[in-house]
């Protein structure tokens, strides 16, 4: 055994005979943390690419480095290169020293890093080629997804099978929070990317869910992946490192108990306040409003026993860099989790929504909360396993002030842009009509925050680079001193009967006050307020006779339960589960009523849309307009939920940097969206949308279409056989009269390129239409009939 | 949990009860605050719930806009801020320079993307020559700015700009005809000559 590394723990009470020796593997570890070191630089430098295009368009110089398609690389690298690896790092070393066992399998450890990195670099070459499912946080196509839940199973075999051999009978508070993590990650990635391939050996695949189920299916899982990967996973790691690097207690385990419970049933019950006032049913609104409520003081738990055990070892957080850190990282942890519950008012999300106010909340988590605990993480663990100290601790001091000051640059200039555009997008004149009427008015305002944004993340970029330095000089990439430990093999002991403990009294307790509180929710006006009365009366006696039992003697009911590592995953996964079910399993069993006048989109306008998902145009316009009267002077009349029914997957969108185009089908002449995907600033002064040029010269590939259709058919779109097999013929004439219209006009394009199938999918938004009608009587042509020229 | 502060049950603050790999667990009591932001939370939840959903005491998104609505409705038809759009008063206007000042601004932010901002056309045609499509007279202006021609591209302005700017905008066009900038785009329509009006 080293003695360098202060980890290692040699259990006294182990007498030689007894005493296994274990030599933890801390190659793994050193191994996902220089990944994700070097992927966060990665991920971040393309944040700084994006920042710049936002701020000055030119900087879209190529049609696979535009921001629509830079935009899903740099979410995706930070969130699941970065965040990921550190997650697994952190999970991979301390696991095995709180279950007092080396990680199970080196084979399986392997097969998952090398699988995870190889998940990221496709990831890098297929988002900027456009390969996209178009679902925010999940854009990776079908067999990547495949290979993301293998590399997945790897993991949770591995981590469950250390568990199962594990010398350390109770699970710690870490512990739980990477169960929870490994079960709900895996159920959220698997739901939500069920997708028909389109067949033909093409990477297209469409969502087998449409409009409002998939918006529903998505924000619970965007949603949940915000709270099983880039929060669970670091509460867990927050609460082996910090109260490590304090040398302090942990200050309450009741609160840890209490706070993890209730974040992860609440949590998974708040997806749909990414949804507040858009067509989405109201009860499923209000259900996401009311939990992102509740969700507020169970966050702080963690935030709470984070800044409490650092009680009276504070003159310690300003010398030792990694302490900084983590009290940075919780106390922007606990701004965002303020934030985020605020933000989940309806009439609060009436002004964020849709504005910069959202980008900078999110930055906020992911800069100050995921950042930094990284970098305190790093910082602790690195000259540990290399056996080393830290290369300088006046860089990694550094390396904070710079950190710090980009993200308050970064969170202040993305508050005033997102406050300042919400207030000017509902700004209106007494007669109601509107104050800034022209979109760009409003992106022009916003214009100096975009380039303070682009300096506090070029800031943290330039102290991720620093301690991508320090780190390597430290031994990042040297090979780790390994750590063995001597430990003592859990004795067989006879356990509590697990029905006992299925059918104890605080989870009866906790079943029958949810089920009571639940029947109230879905009852009456008149019997409701009964059921939640009988259910706090339930709860308030069942609370105080466990109380008084407990006083009684005997082992706490917890204590129990964290010693059976099955029945606690199975429990996790049914708290888990609960709030999913309950809110999409109706949205999956009713149809809305109103979808019967719907329409699928003609051949052309559907490859038109699988452009405009490639492009990533939904990263910058949303398709939802919303039931407010400044929304609709704007836009047109409030968006309907039978309109996006055929849309898989659906386009409402999350951001608007360009207005919403849910009614943009008619508003301009074909000639006017030519020109403005040719060059938006020739026709919006101002403008910071990408140009589109190349779509002129991109051809569709009209083979595919009948497939496309025939996939789409699968999953509940009704096009008929005859759509199918006239899907190229019916492409073909409507892209012929587009093109001849605009010809007329003097702009000259085939009708078989993506330019044209684009407009075509424009001008189709917000209308109705029959499927393969005949050109001239299609929505998006213009014949000026002969009254209109005599006018 | 709140649990009632018995001397002999609430644990002697920071003492510790597990340990594991070298990492101590205290059992402090959870802070009261903490406790009664979680409680008023949920309070909170199931009261709004009642009054939203169960009871439907207050309105929906979709209810409050209906209201807004309507409150607009019955505003715009007690109030008449501006004159009707006579052919007499749109050509007092096109003579008032505050009002072909105000209509210039609107144009140049609003209409000249299409128009161009000298008004000689772009993707929408010229407004700086003879010929019309929907007609010259300014009521005809008036009209097609404020209703638009949806078929051809032309959106209805009114809703979005009010009455005044609709107005003012009318009576900023008016002075382009005849202008005949140069680069404008080839006539369209039927052509009716200023002295015609």
Redesign the interface.
């Known amino acids: 055994m080293t003695s360098i590394a202060?980890?290692a723990?040699v259990r006294d009470v182990a007498s030689p005979a007894q005493a296994a020796r274990v030599i933890y593997d801390d190659t793994t570890p050193m191994r996902f943390m220089a990944a994700s070191v070097l992927w966060g630089i990665v991920g971040m430098l393309v944040g700084v690419v994006v920042a710049l295009q936002l701020a000055w368009a030119p900087a879209n110089v190529h049609a696979t480095l535009s921001f629509g398609r830079l935009r899903p690389l740099h979410t995706n690298a930070v969130i699941f290169a970065f965040v990921g690896n550190m997650i697994f790092a952190g999970i991979y070393h301390s696991s095995q020293?709180?279950l007092?066992a080396r990680t199970a399998s080196d084979v399986l450890s392997k097969i998952h890093f090398w699988g995870w990195q190889l998940v990221i670099v496709s990831a890098v070459v297929t988002l900027p080629l456009g390969l996209t499912q178009g679902k925010e946080y999940a854009e990776l196509e079908w067999p990547i997804d495949i290979a993301i839940a293998l590399v997945w199973v790897v993991f949770a075999i591995n981590f469950f099978w250390t568990i199962a051999r594990r010398n350390?009978k109770?699970l710690?508070v870490a512990i739980w929070f990477y169960i929870a993590t490994i079960v709900t990650v895996a159920i959220l990635h698997i739901v939500n990317s069920l997708a028909i391939p389109v067949i033909g050996g093409t990477l297209k695949s469409y969502s087998v869910y449409g409009g409002a189920q998939d918006a529903l299916v998505q924000w619970w899982y965007g949603h949940n992946a915000v709270a099983f990967f880039l929060t669970t996973p670091v509460l867990g790691i927050m609460y082996?490192y910090l109260?490590?690097a304090a040398g302090r207690?942990?200050?309450?385990?009741?609160?840890?108990i209490?706070h993890f419970w209730?974040l992860i049933f609440v949590y998974i019950w708040a997806g749909p306040h990414h949804l507040?006032?858009t067509a989405l049913p109201?009860?499923a609104?209000?259900?996401g409003?009311?939990?992102s409520?509740?969700l507020?003081?169970?966050s702080?738990?963690g935030m709470?026993n984070g800044l409490?055990t650092l009680r009276g070892g504070w003159s310690k957080v300003r010398e030792d860099p990694v302490l900084k850190f983590f009290a940075a990282g919780v106390t922007f942890y606990g701004m965002a989790t303020f934030e985020g519950?605020l933000l989940s008012i309806?009439s609060v999300s009436g002004l964020a929504h849709y504005t910069d106010w959202i980008i900078g909340h999110v930055h906020s988590g992911a800069l100050g909360w995921n950042g930094f605990m990284a970098a305190g993480m790093f910082y602790f663990l690195v000259p540990r396993l290399a056996g080393r100290p830290l290369h300088s601790r006046r860089l990694a001091d550094l390396h904070f002030w710079i950190g710090t000051f980009g993200i308050l640059l970064y969170m202040v200039a993305m508050w005033v842009s997102g406050v300042s555009q919400g207030m000017m997008w509902r700004a209106t004149?007494?007669?109601?009509?509107?104050m800034y009427?022209?979109f760009v008015?409003t992106l022009i305002a916003i214009r100096p925050m975009y380039w303070m944004r682009l300096l506090g993340g070029s800031l943290y970029l330039l102290g991720m680079v620093l301690m991508g330095y320090n780190l390597v000089r430290t031994g990042l990439t040297a090979k780790v001193v390994e750590t063995e430990v001597s430990v003592v093999p859990l004795a067989r002991t006879p356990e509590v009967p697990w029905r006992d403990v299925v059918f104890s009294k605080p989870i009866v307790l906790t079943v029958v006050v949810l089920g009571v509180?639940g029947v109230g929710?879905a009852?009456?006006?008149f019997a409701?307020?009964l059921f939640?009365i009988v259910a706090f009366v339930i709860g308030l006696f069942g609370?105080?006779a466990i109380?008084h039992a407990r006083?009684s003697g005997g082992p706490p009911f917890h204590r129990i339960l964290e010693g059976r590592a099955l029945l606690f995953t199975v429990l996790s996964g049914l708290a888990v589960l609960a709030g999913g079910v309950a809110e999409i399993v109706p949205a999956l069993v009713v149809k809305p009523v109103e979808a019967v006048d719907a329409k699928p989109y003609r051949a052309l306008e559907l490859e038109g849309r699988d452009v405009f998902i490639a492009e990533g145009c939904y990263t910058c316009h949303s398709q939802m307009i919303?039931?407010?009267?400044f929304e609709?002077?704007?836009y047109g009349d409030?968006s309907t939920l039978a309109e996006s029914v055929f849309d898989h997957p659906f386009q409402w969108g999350s951001k608007r940097t360009g207005p919403d185009l849910a009614r943009e089908g008619?508003?301009?002449?074909d000639?006017?969206h030519y020109?403005h995907l040719v060059d938006p600033r020739a026709?919006?002064q101002g403008s910071n949308m990408p140009p589109y040029a190349h779509l002129s010269d991109a051809r569709l590939d009209l083979e595919r279409t009948g497939d496309k259709m025939h996939a789409l058919s699968k999953v509940g779109v009704p096009y008929t056989d005859g759509d199918i097999r006239g899907a190229q013929e019916d492409a073909r004439a409507q892209g012929h009269a587009i093109a001849s219209e605009l010809a007329k006009e003097g702009a000259h394009v085939e009708p078989d390129t993506q330019m044209v199938a684009v407009i075509a999918y424009l001008q189709r938004l917000g209308k109705k239409t029959e499927p393969g009608t005949r050109p001239a009587d299609g929505v998006s042509m213009?014949e000026?009939?002969a009254e209109?020229?005599a006018? | 949990?709140?649990?009632?502060s018995t001397p002999?049950?609430s644990e002697s603050v920071?003492r510790?009860?597990?340990e594991?790999?070298?990492?101590?667990?205290?059992?402090?009591?959870?802070?009261n605050w903490?406790?009664y932001?979680?409680y008023g939370?949920?309070a909170?939840?199931?009261c709004?719930?009642?009054w939203?959903?169960?009871?439907?005491l207050g309105a929906?998104?979709?209810e409050?806009?209906?209201a807004?609505?309507d409150r607009?409705a019955a505003?715009?038809a007690m109030a008449l801020?501006v004159g009707d759009a006579t052919p007499e008063a749109l050509a007092a206007l096109a003579k008032d320079p505050n009002a072909t000042a105000l209509g210039k601004q609107v144009f140049v932010?609003?209409c000249a993307?299409?128009h161009r901002a000298d008004g000689g056309g772009?993707?929408g045609p010229n407004l700086t020559d003879e010929f019309w499509?929907?007609?010259s007279a300014p009521e005809r202006i008036y009209r097609t700015i404020a209703s638009g021609?949806?078929?051809?591209?032309m959106?209805a302005?009114?809703?979005?700009?009010?009455?005044?700017?609709t107005q003012a905008v009318t009576a900023y066009v008016l002075g382009l005809v005849g202008t005949n900038v140069s680069g404008g785009k080839a006539p369209q329509?039927e052509r009716e000559p200023i002295s015609a009006r």
């Open positions: 202060p980890t723990d020293r709180l007092k350390e109770h710690y082996y109260p490590k207690p942990v200050y309450s385990y009741r609160l840890s209490i209730a507040l006032n109201d009860w609104q209000t259900l409003m009311i939990f409520l509740m507020w003081a169970p702080w738990g709470l409490l519950p309806k004149n007494p007669d109601g009509s509107l009427p022209t008015e509180a929710m009852s009456n006006a409701s307020p939640l609370v105080l109380q006083r919303r039931p407010m009267r609709t002077v704007r409030p008619g508003k301009y002449p000639l006017w020109r026709i919006t213009k000026p009939s209109e020229n006018r | 949990m709140k649990s009632p002999e049950s920071d510790v009860i597990h594991v790999d070298g990492i101590q667990e205290y059992d402090n009591k959870l802070p903490w406790l932001t979680l939370a949920i909170f939840a199931a709004y719930w009642y939203f959903e169960t009871a439907r929906s998104p979709v409050a806009y209906q807004e609505m607009a505003d715009q801020t932010s609003t993307a299409c772009s993707v499509l929907h007609g021609v949806p078929d051809k591209g959106p302005w009114q809703p979005q700009l009010g009455a005044l700017k329509g």
